[in-house]
């Protein structure tokens, strides 16, 4: 029998020495920038580089252009997810630092197929485009990605090494206004004025603002508000998003941003047509024993974890990886891969998605995540814990 701590020694090396490539495949992804749904180089680049062990690997796959998904290891045993994304953002390209993510797994997986038949559980590592609003995760779901898992990982980078984050659920809508065109000086009464039932609506949820609890979000922007000031609007559109810490506090906030949008209709007399989008993101449940066997495992590469809760108050993002967490036991650990105050989806946190302290956190999430798929597959104690924990959790 081969020690635990032997073979995570192994995966560790395994990843030094893969070291230059991984960096390498990073900052090529980094350098093309590739929206949701439309990342075909970085899903090629990482499902080539793990194609090149023998595995067989799967691009497209679940029914999406740009996922991918590959399963090897022992036939029986546990089985551990790990999770890839390689979205960008519009304009500000990999400012969620996404590349570090996609090559995090990547290296996780590599190591750990490297340990051969001494790897007594399986790996499925699963490219998952469209974090970045789409949901690809959501649609794999759906379509079978996750089944049969006995867990799912995957590392995001951040000023600072947590073991959770604070990720809510959220959910959008279209909204679109119809009024009635009219001279805006010769007739203006003929006119139904639908920018109006818009910023009535905007400023009816402005005031609700105030009162909603902590960790509570509604934010929206007008993508259409008329052609021409001489011609009174005949339709007004907008984006808004709702986000709550559970599924009853989403469900409240979706119902209360629908009675403002129909304030505004009823106050302007445009007609108000709301398109909720199919996929919601639920909030992310954090695996306790999974993220602590984590945060052990990245503590003895000198990584210095914060609580959550010193985090600003209220502060809290969505992934679509909460989808998955109410299925499979899940951790979202947050990598220090950016300085203090470097704030997410900005060109300052694109740049630092290249860096040598970037670079550093990707190699890092690899053998972290690596040695926590070791502790699930080898630790029969951690492993009843994260079951259990799972089970209490629904
Ligand atoms: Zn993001
Ligand atoms: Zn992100």
């Known amino acids: 029998v081969i020690a635990v701590s032997e073979l995570k020694v192994e995966v560790c090396q395994a990843v030094a ?17 590739e929206l949701c749904f439309k990342e075909v180089k970085a899903s090629r680049l990482l499902a080539e580089r793990m194609g090149a062990t023998g595995v067989d690997v799967r691009l497209p796959a679940y029914g ?6 590959c399963e090897f290891g022992a036939d029986d045993g546990p089985c551990v997810g790990i999770i890839a994304e390689y979205d960008a953002l519009p304009g500000v390209g990999h400012a969620c630092g996404h590349n570090i993510i996609g090559t995090a797994a990547l290296g996780a997986a590599l190591a750990l197929h490297a340990l051969g038949p001494r790897l007594r559980g399986r790996v499925r590592l699963l490219g998952t485009p469209a974090e970045e609003g789409g949901g690809g995760k959501v649609l794999m779901e759906r379509a079978g990605a996750f089944d049969g898992l006995d867990c799912a990982m995957m590392v995001h980078p951040a000023t600072d090494d947590m073991a959770s984050y604070p990720l809510i659920a959220r959910a959008a809508a279209h ?6 065109a009219a001279h805006a000086s010769s007739e203006p009464e003929a006119g139904i004025n639908a920018l109006d039932g818009l910023v009535f609506a905007y400023q009816a949820i402005g005031a609700w603002r105030q009162h909603m609890p902590a960790r509570h979000r509604v934010h929206g922007i007008i993508t259409e508000g008329g052609v021409a000031s001489n011609i009174v609007p005949e339709r007004a559109a907008g984006h808004f998003a709702v986000r709550a810490p559970d599924r009853q506090g989403l469900e409240m906030l979706k119902a209360r941003v629908l009675a403002c949008f129909e304030a505004g209709a009823l106050a302007s007399g445009a007609k108000v047509e709301v398109t909720w989008e199919p996929i919601e993101y639920l909030d992310l449940v954090t695996n306790w024993p999974l993220a602590d066997a984590y945060r052990a495992n990245a503590e003895t590469l000198g990584r210095r974890f914060r609580s959550p809760s010193d985090l600003p108050a209220g502060m809290a993002s969505s992934t679509d990886l909460g989808n998955v967490s109410h299925r499979v036991p899940t951790i979202h ?12 989806h900005t060109i300052e946190f694109a740049e630092w998605s290249r860096s040598e302290m970037g670079m550093k956190a990707l190699l890092d999430g690899a053998k972290a995540m690596a040695m926590t798929a070791i502790d699930m597959i080898e630790d029969y104690t951690i492993r009843t814990a994260v079951r259990a924990a799972f089970a209490a959790q629904v």
């Open 17 to 33: 020495a893969l070291a230059e490539e991984l960096v390498g495949i990073s900052r090529e992804i980094h350098a093309h920038p």
């Open 64 to 69: 999406l252009e740009t996922a991918f998904a």
């Open 175 to 180: 909204v679109v206004y119809h009024g009635r």
């Open 333 to 344: 650990p947050m990598i220090a891969a950016v300085p203090t105050g470097v704030a997410f």
